[in-house]
């Protein structure tokens, strides 16, 4: 089944402890992205990436950094978690086409819920 | 800035009833539009897309949205509401560098 893939669902931690979230996509798409989704402001870009070792901000960087080894994963790091980072996460992934095919989509994983205390 | 807006930041209509949640695009050149669903504790559901061809766009659980070149807006629309499509809704736009930019989202509430 085409997915991405991202763990840990839930996490609760402390302020200033690193931390990883990992995403996976078996699709072998080029570009992958992270959004974090807050309250009454929709999902934002943090980072995303066109392909291996090309990696690039988006809208709302600060405090995060993203690796681009391989080209299934792209983990989202935190250097040291602060509470305004406290948000819904989500990875997607989708082929380089621009413009966009008829079939062209976005195929997001399933949230990781991020609580820093 | 491409951008999307969603004017509404909840909708409200009886089950049966047709249900319209708006969105409007600021876009230069060919806008690709986009609408997903959340449901509580899910992730985003694809539900439809605007790329090329007819204005008329038919997606998932009998969902549809007219892109209107003229008045910049893809409006996601339904004949008659269900329960179940008590959902958060969130209209995009694809931009340079394949970004997918959100509108804040409209909440959905179908009462029985």
């Known amino acids: 089944e085409a997915q991405v893939t991202q763990n840990p669902r839930y996490l609760i931690t402390v302020t200033g402890k690193k931390l990883t979230v990992t995403c996976s996509q078996n699709?072998?798409?080029?570009?992958m992205s992270w959004y974090r989704q807050d309250p009454g402001l929709g999902l934002r870009q943090i980072y995303y990436?066109?392909?291996?070792?090309?990696?690039d901000k988006g809208d709302v960087p600060e405090g995060y950094k993203v690796s681009r080894k391989e080209k299934r994963n792209f983990p989202l790091i935190l250097e040291s978690p602060s509470p305004n980072q406290t948000s819904l996460y989500f990875c997607?992934?989708?082929?380089?086409?621009?413009?966009?095919?008829?079939?062209?989509?976005?195929?997001f994983g399933s949230g990781t819920r991020l609580t820093v205390v | 800035a491409q951008s999307v807006a969603q004017p509404e930041d909840q909708v409200n209509v009886a089950e049966g009833n047709p249900l319209t949640v708006k969105c409007t695009y600021s876009?230069?050149?060919?806008?690709?539009l986009f609408w997903y669903v959340q449901y509580p504790n899910r992730g985003l559901q694809f539900l439809l897309k605007?790329?090329?061809?007819?204005?008329l766009v038919k997606g998932s659980y009998g969902f549809e949205a007219e892109f209107n070149k003229s008045q910049t807006s893809f409006h996601l629309k339904k004949p008659s509401a269900l329960v179940s499509d008590s959902a958060l809704y969130f209209c995009?736009?694809?931009?340079?560098?394949?970004?997918?930019?959100f509108g804040t989202g409209t909440r959905l509430l179908v009462s029985p």
């Open positions: 699709m072998n798409h080029e570009y």
């Open positions: 990436s066109m392909n291996v070792e090309v990696t």
């Open positions: 605007y790329i090329t061809g007819d204005n």
């Open positions: 876009v230069s050149g060919n806008p690709y």
């Open positions: 997607a992934s989708s082929p380089w086409q621009l413009p966009p095919a008829t079939n062209y989509g976005y195929t």
């Open positions: 995009a736009v694809l931009t340079g560098f394949q970004k997918l930019v």
